[in-house]
């Protein structure tokens, strides 16, 4: 496990809307660079760059062209190297998007592959031996290659799936895991995180993470093998590099390899029930929002199992939102967020932040660009201050990747960075906490000290931390059990010295019993 993980809170940067240094209203690596003393002054120690490879982006850049080049639009190989060597220089880690379950229709294998002379990419995807023989149960497409046959996509129509078998096969098509043209296409994925490690990079996300064998069984046994084999290169040759999975099933990903697997935003899953719970009757009953009258409970039945499960193995990461997500400002005011990161940045794992959260930025209701439908208003430019596009861009507006909050009150990094009480300066506060508290790290230890089904307040230990936590509009008490109070060493802490150590709000401990006032958190430090 690489042990800058265990501190580690990253950003998260989708380049096409960061920094526009070149003013052709397109991020760019560049505006990266010269945006790191932000990403370092908020607390943040590592990033993670969405897709930034050559790609005719169909799909915002996940329709990869080519796997080592850099797309023009963000600059050049070089620009990202020296990416890598500054933000090294400053103690920040830096993690690329890594897609390996398809490419782009215009990746130079996928040209070869369609050509209908056998050749070494011939199986590099996966084909069918007849046009008008379809792809039961995945989608297809037939009658676009001089080869014949049909072959497969993982996404949409420009992303074709690359072969790395079937487990269960019912064609003659259908190669097994470990024929020797699926190794290949393991073997090239490998070549290709080398390829990025030997520059500088420090790991990657993983893009889907488990569609890489197909029908395969129900504990994804063959699509983890490859993530296993993969992490015996990483931990022989890059002890260092982490792989995070974009799969949301750390029983499956962790035991798999990966050192983190983010806990997205499914519906209906513990992470929705905090933050987006529309699924019950009656409106939004999310537990972070202040009239919600959530279930702190509907969070903890999904999530203690995983982490039960998987904390020997690696860290569930928590996000404030993704590139694929709505913004969380979508459903929850300044206040309610505050509660959330708060939330987010005390639990155990790897969390992250995806740009502009920091700042409470607005989902856009605006129409789909590169792919993006329902998620290009989650992608509009960072607003860094009053000034032109918001600091972003000094080209015009019609010029800009994508529109931005024309409200009034659009919220900029300058606007509340003078303001001791926002959302930004709450943000750089915990993530502080986070740092200063070993308690608070990935590893650290978790145990819940109350939580009522529909009841506030949650109560929960980090270490010899206990952190309070109220985001409803009424004021909240619990009675604590005894070894509520008992250190890690097994010491009875003294209650009577016991004293937050960060609060948002008010929350006091007199005896057994916890005081927590509406929208409060508190964290306390047993003494």
Not at 116 to 126: F, I, K, L, T, W
Not at 285 to 297: A, Q
Not at 411 to 421: F, I, L, N, R, S
């Amino acid at each position: 496990m690489p042990g800058w993980l265990k501190d580690a809170v990253f950003y998260e940067i989708y380049p096409q809307t960061f920094k526009d240094t070149n003013n052709d209203g397109i991020g760019d690596i560049q505006g990266i660079i010269e945006k790191l003393d932000y990403v370092k002054a908020l607390g943040c120690n590592a990033l993670w760059i969405n897709p930034c490879f050559d790609s005719p982006f169909k799909d915002a850049g996940y329709d990869v062209r080519d796997y080592k080049k850099v797309a023009p639009r963000y600059g050049t190989n070089e620009d990202l190297y020296r990416l890598f060597e500054e933000a090294h220089q400053k103690g920040i880690h830096v993690l690329l998007d890594l897609v390996p379950g398809h490419t782009s229709e215009e990746h130079e294998w996928f040209k070869e592959s369609k050509k209908a002379q056998p050749n070494e990419y011939s199986d590099r995807y996966v084909w069918t031996h007849h046009w008008i023989q379809g792809i039961a149960g995945h989608p297809y497409i037939g009658g676009e290659a001089d080869r014949n046959g049909c072959y497969m996509l993982n996404f949409f129509k420009c992303q074709p799936a690359l072969n790395y078998g079937f487990l269960n096969r019912t064609e003659d098509w259908q190669l097994a895991p470990d024929h020797p043209a699926c190794i290949a296409t393991r073997e090239a994925l490998k070549d290709i995180m080398r390829f990025w490690l030997d520059h500088g990079c420090d790991g990657f996300r993983v893009d889907m993470a488990d569609s890489l064998v197909k029908d395969d069984d129900e504990n994804k046994s063959a699509t983890g093998a490859i993530w296993k084999n993969i992490r015996e290169m990483l931990d022989v040759d890059y002890p260092e590099a982490a792989i995070v999975s974009e799969w949301s099933n750390p029983h499956q990903s962790l035991k798999s390899g990966f050192h983190a697997d983010f806990y997205l935003d499914h519906h209906g899953n513990g992470y929705n029930t905090l933050i987006r719970d529309n699924e019950t009757p009656g409106g939004d009953h999310s537990f972070l929002k202040k009239d919600g009258n959530g279930d702190i409970m509907r969070f903890l039945l999904d999530y203690l199992p995983k982490y039960d499960d998987t904390k020997d193995d690696g860290y569930i990461s928590f996000i404030t939102c993704n590139h694929d997500t709505p913004r969380a400002r979508l459903t929850l005011s300044y206040d309610e967020l505050k509660i959330a990161w708060a939330l987010f940045l005390t639990l155990p794992g790897v969390p992250f932040i995806y740009y502009g959260d920091e700042i409470g930025m607005r989902y856009l209701d605006i129409p789909t660009k590169e792919g993006g439908y329902t998620r290009t208003g989650t992608r509009t430019p960072m607003q860094w201050d009053n000034s032109k596009n918001y600091g972003f861009s000094t080209a015009e507006a019609d010029k800009l990747y994508l529109p931005q909050d024309n409200s009034e009150d659009a919220p900029t990094v300058e606007k509340q960075a003078g303001d001791p009480d926002s959302l930004y300066n709450t943000t750089k506060a915990l993530i502080a906490l986070r740092h200063q508290f070993t308690d608070l790290q990935a590893d650290g230890s978790f145990s819940v000290i109350y939580a009522e089904k529909e009841q506030f307040p949650f109560v929960y230990r980090r270490g010899n931390l206990l952190i309070a936590i109220n985001p409803s509009d009424k004021k909240a008490a619990a009675e604590l059990r005894e070894d509520a109070f008992v250190k890690e060493d097994a010491a009875k802490g003294d209650v009577s010295k016991t004293s937050a150590v960060y609060s948002i709000g008010s929350c006091s401990i007199s005896g057994s019993t916890l005081s927590i006032e509406a929208q409060s958190f508190a964290v306390f430090e047993l003494v």
